[in-house]
């Protein structure tokens, strides 16, 4: 079992920066790929960004140039540094961990508001 906690949301102005951090345990962690996803009210869940095992990354394209996404294999962690938040990046933000052909682990989640 692999136990994924998220943390560092909360309230932001318009053009300013929050760093999300997402520990996990339970398993070895370099053998996840590790992913941020959001839930905004009322819309389906979002993949915001993903780092591979090697370290490969990918965002989504309403993101790119502002968020980076980073992985601390030695502390088990994965962190989404945000810059320049906008209203519209205001979402439940959530942790996944993958390794195919298992199903993925997910953290409860931490709320992240943009005020304009």
């Known amino acids: 079992q692999v136990q994924v906690v998220e943390s560092g949301g909360g309230l932001v102005q318009a053009g300013g920066s929050l760093r999300l951090s997402c520990a996990t345990s339970g398993s070895i962690f370099s053998y996840y790929a590790m992913g941020w996803y959001r839930q905004a009210p009322g819309l389906q869940r979002e993949s915001v960004a993903v780092i591979t095992r090697g370290g490969a990354t990918n965002y989504a394209d309403s993101v790119k140039g502002r968020f980076t996404i980073s992985r601390d294999n030695a502390k088990n962690t994965v962190y989404l540094q945000m810059n320049n938040l906008e209203p519209e990046d205001t979402a439940v933000y959530y942790c996944?961990?993958?390794?195919?052909?298992?199903?993925?682990?997910w953290g409860q989640g931490t709320q992240v508001t943009v005020s304009s």
């Open positions: 996944r961990a993958d390794k195919p052909p298992y199903s993925p682990y």
